[in-house]
C-alpha cells in the first residue's frame, strides 16, 4: 500500500470516532448531568480505574476466562460438529434435543450451574462455553454436509480415507461455515462473559461494572463500558486477521466467481 | 431369447448375451462382468444398467460412448468401486473391486469441483502420492513429470481456480498421471471445455497414454471424439444399458487432429457410431437383450 493509501485508510477508521466523541464533548460543555460524563473526565478515570492493580485482579481474569471458554467452544464444537456431520445416524439422534438445548438462552443457566458448580471459574467458563458452542456446532454440521459430492468422490478414488480425509478435504471444506459460527460465538463469548460475573461474583469486569453502578461511581462505570468495547474490538481485529489467512484461498475463489 | 441357444451355448441359461470382447481368464486389465445396477427410489426401483460385460487387456484405450441418460456415470462409478453393483462384477487385475482401488484413477468432468480449491496445483497433484506415503523425493520427482507432462511446470503455485477450465482439468489429468495408475477412468473430462482446448487435450490424452501405457477408458458422449481418441469404441444402448455394438477403430495408431480427421476412414467409423447411437436412442437394442 502507498503512504498515502495507508493514511487514508487511517483516517476513514478513526473519522467517524473522533465526530461521536466531538459531538460527546459539545452536549456535555455546560450541561452538568451527573450521570454523564465528559469525555475528560472519562479519561481521566480511565486510566486510574484500569491502569492499576484492577488489570491484574479484574481485567486479566475476566479475559482469562473468556479466552478458556470461547477456544474450549470452538474446540468441542467443530469436534462435535464433525461427528454429527459425517454420521447420518447420529445427526437424526440429537438433532432435536440441539435444537432443544440451543434455544435454552444461557444467561438462565447461571443460578443453576451457581448451585451445581459453586461461584468457581470453571462455572463461569461453563456458561460462556454453554452459549459459545451453538453457532461453531451447527455451523459446522452444516459444513460438513454441504462437502461437494464430486470432491469427495475425487478424494475416495485417491485412498484418502479416515483422518486424511477429515484434515484434507472435510475441514477445509467446511472452513468458511466455522469462521462464520467462530465470528458469533466470539460476540456471545464477551456478553457471557460479562453476564456469568454479574451474580454473586467478587471479581472480574461484569462485577466491577455492576459495583460501580450500585456505588454510583458514575464515570467508572463508563469506563467499564468503554473497556468492553474496546475488547471487542480487539476480538474483532484478531478473528479477522486469522480469518483472512485461513480463508485465503475462499476470499480469492469467490472475487473471481463474482468477477465471471 | 430363441436365438440364444443356437450360437451362444456357453452363456449361462437366461441370462441374455454379452455383445462386448471378452478376453480368456488372465488376460484382462479390467473386466465387466454381468453388470447390473438398479436403483431404489421412493417412485420404485429403476434398472440404470442391465447387463455389461466387456474386457479391457493391458494397455488398451477404449471409448464407451452412449446416448444421454444411458447410464455411463453410474457404470463408471461402479467399475471405480464408488458405488456396489446390483449384480455382476468389476475385476481389476483379476481382483473383485469392492471399493477405490489403489491402481486407479478418475478424472471427472467437473474439474473446478474434483480439485482442492484450498491448495495450490502442486499440493494438489501431490496430495494422493503424500497420502500413499511415498517418500519426498520420489514425490517432487513425480509431481514434476506429471506437470511437465500436461504442460503445466509454469503455475505449480497458483491454486486452481486461477486457472482456466482447460488447465484445471490438466491438472486433473497431472493428478492421475502422478498417482501412478494401471487403469485411468476418465468421466466426459472434455465435456466442459471449449473445442480448442478439447482438441488439445484429446492430442494430450493419447500423448499420455503412450508414454505411459497406462489402461484408459474413456467415457463421453461426442462420437467425434470417441472415434477419435480410441483403438476401439463401446456403444451402449439407452436405458436399461445393455452394449449396443463392441467396435475396432482401425485408424492408424499415429493421430492428428487434421489428418486422422480427414480420413475417409474416419469418417465412415463415425457414421456408423453415429447411426447406432440413433437407433440406441429409437429404442433399438441388440437381439439377445430384449
Known amino acids: 500500500m502507498k503512504p498515502a493509501n495507508i493514511l487514508k485508510a487511517l483516517l476513514y477508521a478513526v473519522g467517524l470516532p473522533a465526530v461521536l466523541v466531538l459531538i460527546w464533548w459539545a452536549a456535555t460543555l455546560g450541561a452538568k448531568n451527573f450521570f454523564v460524563p465528559t469525555p475528560g473526565t472519562l479519561l481521566s478515570t480511565f486510566a486510574e480505574t484500569w491502569f492499576g492493580e484492577r488489570i491484574v485482579s479484574d481485567v486479566l481474569p475476566s479475559l482469562g476466562r473468556l479466552v478458556v471458554g470461547v477456544v474450549a467452544a470452538i474446540v468441542l464444537g467443530i469436534v462435535a460438529g464433525l461427528l454429527i456431520g459425517s454420521v447420518k445416524w447420529l445427526r437424526a439422534l440429537t438433532e432435536p434435543v440441539l435444537e432443544f438445548f440451543r434455544a435454552v438462552p444461557p444467561p438462565v443457566l447461571v443460578p443453576v450451574l451457581m448451585l451445581l458448580m459453586g461461584i468457581t471459574d470453571s462455572m463461569k467458563v461453563v456458561v460462556i462455553i454453554s452459549g459459545c458452542i451453538w453457532p461453531v456446532l451447527l455451523n459446522t454440521i452444516e459444513g460438513v454436509r454441504a462437502i461437494d459430492p464430486v470432491l469427495s468422490d475425487s478424494s475416495h478414488t485417491y485412498g484418502i480415507t479416515g483422518a486424511a480425509r477429515v484434515r484434507y478435504l472435510v475441514l477445509p471444506s467446511a472452513g468458511p461455515q466455522i469462521m462464520a459460527g467462530v465470528r458469533q460465538c466470539l460476540s456471545i463469548g464477551l456478553i457471557l462473559m460479562v453476564i456469568s460475573e454479574m451474580f454473586a461474583s467478587s471479581s472480574g469486569l461484569g462485577f466491577t461494572i455492576v459495583q460501580f453502578q450500585r456505588s454510583f461511581a458514575i464515570p467508572e462505570m463508563w469506563s467499564g463500558i468503554v473497556i468492553l468495547g474496546l475488547i471487542g474490538v480487539a476480538m474483532s481485529f484478531i478473528f479477522q486477521f486469522t480469518e483472512r489467512r485461513i480463508l485465503r484461498w475462499y476470499h480469492g475463489l469467490r472475487e473471481v466467481e463474482n468477477a465471471v | ?290
Open chain 2, 1 to 290: 431369447m430363441q436365438s440364444e441357444t443356437t450360437d451362444k451355448t456357453t452363456m449361462p441359461a437366461g441370462s441374455p448375451a454379452p455383445a462386448g470382447r471378452t478376453l480368456p481368464e488372465g488376460q484382462a486389465m479390467l473386466s465387466v462382468r454381468n453388470l447390473k445396477k438398479v436403483y431404489q427410489t421412493d417412485g420404485g426401483p429403476i434398472e440404470a444398467v442391465r447387463n455389461l460385460t466387456f474386457d479391457l487387456r493391458a494397455g488398451e484405450l477404449a471409448c464407451l460412448v452412449g446416448p444421454s441418460g444411458s447410464g455411463k456415470t453410474t457404470l463408471l462409478k461402479c467399475i471405480s468401486g464408488l458405488m456396489a453393483p446390483t449384480e455382476g462384477q468389476v475385476l481389476l487385475d483379476g481382483a473383485v473391486v469392492s471399493g477405490p482401488p489403489k491402481k486407479m484413477a478418475v478424472v471427472f468432468q467437473e474439474y473446478g469441483r474434483s480439485l482442492f480449491p484450498w491448495m495450490r496445483v502442486r499440493e494438489n497433484v501431490e496430495l494422493p502420492l503424500k497420502n500413499q506415503g511415498v517418500p519426498k523425493a520420489e514425490r517432487d520427482k513425480l509431481v514434476d513429470e506429471a506437470l511437465e507432462a500436461v504442460g503445466l511446470s509454469h503455475v505449480p503455485m497458483s491454486y486452481p481456480w486461477q486457472l482456466s477450465g482447460g488447465m484445471q482439468q490438466r491438472v486433473a489429468i497431472a493428478r492421475a498421471v502422478a498417482y501412478q495408475p494401471e487403469v485411468l477412468l476418465m468421466d466426459e473430462p472434455f465435456a466442459a471445455v471449449d473445442a480448442q482446448t478439447r482438441a488439445d487435450l484429446e492430442d494430450l490424452i493419447r500423448t499420455v497414454w503412450k508414454k505411459l501405457g497406462v489402461t484408459v477408458l474413456f467415457v463421453t458422449h461426442d462420437i467425434d471424439e470417441s472415434v477419435y481418441l480410441g483403438q476401439r469404441v463401446i456403444i451402449l444402448s439407452s436405458s436399461p444399458t445393455v452394449i449396443q455394438e463392441d467396435l475396432v477403430i482401425d485408424l492408424p495408431e499415429e493421430r492428428d487432429q487434421l489428418n486422422t480427421r480427414a480420413l475417409p476412414r474416419f469418417t465412415e467409423l463415425r457414421h456408423h457410431v453415429y447411426e447406432q447411437i440413433q437407433l440406441a436412442k429409437q429404442g433399438h437394442r441388440p437381439a439377445a437383450a430384449h
